[in-house]
């Protein structure tokens, strides 16, 4: 009498786990740091690094970028060229880096031209969380982080 109840706890227990498994209830936490535009030496266009954390259990995606300071676009660099991308995904637990040489934000059709020292401001906007404002300060030309990515 005793294996059966076993076996029917078993199978109850394996019922309730299968059906809040799938992950699909995980939700991203995400947020952004080392941002920063190097001064472009262009007039009408600029790139913009930035990194997003997610602490999260659940993946999001990066799916556009506004700005008062012109157009931004989302490109990902793939074999050393820049193409245009609808999202970038930001993986649970993981981090979507925007980096010199990698994937970055592309500012088009700047209403002025951006100088050192004075800010940025953007919106991020993502597949599941909400917008994201983040101020990007103007630093020279040649900055680099620290650790030679904008990442921490």
Known sequence: MRRPAVAAAALAGALLLAGCGDGSDA???????????????????????LTITN????K???????????EVGVHRTVDGRMKAADRLPIPARGELVLESGGN??????LTRRLQEGETVTVELRFAHSDPVTVTMPVKSATYRPADGRSGH
């Open 104 to 109: 970055h934000l592309m500012f088009e059709k």
């Open 27 to 49: 939700a991203p936490d995400l947020s952004v740091g080392s941002a920063y535009i190097p001064q472009p030496v262009s007039d009408s266009m600029a790139a913009g690094f």
């Open 55 to 58: 602490k999260g259990e659940g």
């Open 60 to 70: 999001d995606e990066l799916t556009s970028v506004t700005s008062e300071a012109g």
